[in-house]
T-cell receptor, first 116, second 112 residues
Framework: EAQVTQNPRYLITVTGKKLTVTCSQNMNHEYMSWYRQDPGLGLRQIYYSMNVEVTDKGDVPEGYKVSRKEKRNFPLILESPSPNQTSLYFC???????????????FGEGSRLTVL | SQQGEEDPQALSIQEGENATMNCSYKTSINNLQWYRQNSGRGLVHLILIRSNEREKHSGRLRVTLDTSKKSSSLLITASRAADTASYFCATDAIGTASKLTFGTGTRLQVTL
């Protein structure tokens, strides 16, 4: 089954404790992206990647890191989480990321993170 | 920054009625997409319309795009209770290297 898988789905952590949210897709998509969703703010893009070893900042990259060492994986790293990073996080992938624009995004089910 | 803004923020209708949601954006785009989200779940792609297209249909969905007004509308005809969800537009602005930006969404409630 074609899917984007995120883990963990739910996490409660404390300020400053490094964590990684994994994202994996099995559709051989070039394009992958991370979003956070907060009430009243919609989805805001954190980072995106157009292919292996190519990553770019989205609108809210501060406090986050990503890597794209393999095509299928795009982990989101919070080196020192803070309470303002409490949010619902989504990973997504797409088969296109070219001059013609971003194609249909396939989303994971989300990771709800709480930082105390 | 938010590229797309949906209007209205919330919409409540009865089953069988049509629902219309609007999206306005700020800069020229390659594509505009509409997505649906059920209560905290992952978003699901509904339809993509390219900047050189004016109208697109998919089942009960009809999307229009007016690039001169930088706006799009999503029409859901003969709505059902199962259409209750949040709907988001997303734009891929020219010159932003494939950065897809979402609006804040319209929350649709369809009652029996």
């Amino acid at each position: 089954e074609a899917q984007v898988t995120q883990n963990p789905r739910y996490l409660i952590t404390v300020t400053g404790k490094k964590l990684t949210v994994t994202c994996s897709q099995n559709m051989n998509h070039e394009y992958m992206s991370w979003y956070r969703q907060d009430p009243g703010l919609g989805l805001r893009q954190i980072y995106y990647s157009m292919n292996v070893e190519v990553t770019d900042k989205g609108d809210v990259p501060e406090g986050y890191k990503v890597s794209r060492k393999e095509k299928r994986n795009f982990p989101l790293i919070l080196e020192s989480p803070s309470p303002n990073q409490t949010s619902l996080y989504f990973c997504a992938s797409s088969p296109t990321g070219l001059a013609g624009g971003v194609g249909e995004l396939f989303f994971g089910e989300g990771s709800r993170l709480t930082v105390l | 920054s938010q590229q797309g803004e949906e209007d209205p923020q919330a919409l409540s209708i009865q089953e069988g009625e049509n629902a219309t949601m609007n999206c306005s954006y700020k800069t020229s785009i390659n594509n505009l997409q509409w997505y649906r989200q059920n209560s905290g779940r992952g978003l699901v792609h509904l339809i993509l319309i390219r900047s050189n297209e004016r109208e697109k249909h998919s089942g009960r969905l009809r999307v229009t795009l007016d690039t001169s007004k930088k706006s799009s509308s999503l029409l859901i005809t003969a709505s059902r209770a199962a259409d209750t969800a949040s709907y988001f537009c997303a734009t891929d602005a020219i010159g932003t290297a494939s950065k897809l930006t979402f609006g804040t969404g319209t929350r649709l409630q369809v009652t029996l």
